[in-house]
């Protein structure tokens, strides 16, 4: 098979998070598994350009990886020399697989593959849920839905990460079909010892991009009613702007000597998840969440809010705890793990045995070519 993979950016531009690790390993695994695999994306990276050859391929990790010159610096992600490839190129893939929208990126190749005839795969990666045509620009992304996005994702078959997010979807739109298969999601090679220092303080954790849909702004309300002694680390980056309100909030909560900022962590995280007793997410909106499983891959326990995807596996699995995304259920489910802390000691020995199984790369490629082939002969039908 010979699958296309278009994203708007890709690593090393880890500045977007979880769905630059995501999308590289599912490029990378088809890759082993015996598929011709090119990613087409740009040279994204934050405000500033990653410093590659744009307009030539380049082998990222054994994928050959097109980057292309962009116009636009914000999220739109202008790049007609993109547009350009994927109109002479389309048809010489299988299948086409397009990755988050609401960038020019995806929405004008997707228009372009289907205009070709070239069966296209749609990841939305969380951009089509309810909070995101409600967050920002929602005027705008409604026009655009009902003049453009409508009519182009029902010629489109859907990849979702979770059942929350099959949910969001089947709300807007009726696509040729609907396949809910995990992300891909880097652990590392060797397990760490279960064994944790011991500490005075009660570790909570934070680790993910920092952005108001994260809910870090409820959590940092809630720690004042904490009835343990604690500590917060907050590891991870996002807008310099946001990042101080934050910090003005912690000082006017009075716990701001309570948290550590440590920034971003990458080849780190893995040890810092270990060293932590429960990882925080009180999302707003997550359709599914790598650093759930990240940690739960060291032991450490997770408490999330209803609205991230994997609530429903580690409610299902007894890997953690939900609460509902305001400062009085976080209190009282914080309140509770700590009161109780046998469940934390059994997952810490249980977790990381249960997500390799689940998470199983040998398991996920087979899904991902299965569906990739479904499409072929659907279409050749």
Known sequence: M?????????????????????????????????????????????????????????NIDGVTVTYHKRI?????????????????????????????????VSVLSCLIAV?????????ARGTLSPYSFQNKNKGIKWLIHHLLSKPLLKR???HVTSTQENEAICDIITPKSITNIANFVKLPAHTIPIIKKPSPLFKL???????????LDILISAL??????YVLTIAGNGDKNYINELKTLAKDKQVENNINWVGFQHDSKFELLHEH????????????????????????????????????YVEKNNLGW??????QSIIETINNIVGNPTNLLRIRNTAPTIVRNDFSENWLIKQYTCLYQQIIFAENQ
């Open 2 to 58: 010979k699958i296309l993979q278009i994203s708007a950016s890709y690593k090393p531009a880890f500045v977007y998070g979880g769905p630059i690790m995501s999308v590289s390993m599912l490029s990378e695994q088809l890759l082993k598994a015996g598929c011709q695999v090119h990613v087409f994306t740009t040279t994204a990276n934050g405000t500033n350009e990653l410093d590659v050859i744009a307009g030539k391929p380049i």
């Open 72 to 104: 636009t610096k914000d999220h739109s992600h202008f790049s007609p020399a993109l547009l350009k490839m994927v109109w002479g190129k389309a048809r010489e893939y299988d299948v086409i697989h397009i990755h988050a929208w609401w960038n020019l």
């Open 115 to 123: 205009w070709r005839n070239v069966p296209v795969v749609v990841s």
């Open 156 to 158: 489109c078959y859907f």
């Open 205 to 215: 954790i934070f680790l993910s991009r920092i952005e108001e849909k994260k809910g």
């Open 224 to 229: 004042p009613a904490l009835t343990f002694p």
């Open 277 to 312: 007793d429960l990882l925080i997410l009180p999302s707003y909106d997550e359709n599914f969440g790598n650093v759930v499983i990240e940690s739960l891959s060291q032991g450490t326990a997770v408490l999330l809010s209803e609205f991230v995807g994997l609530a429903s």
């Open 322 to 327: 939900i609460c509902q995304n305001h400062a």
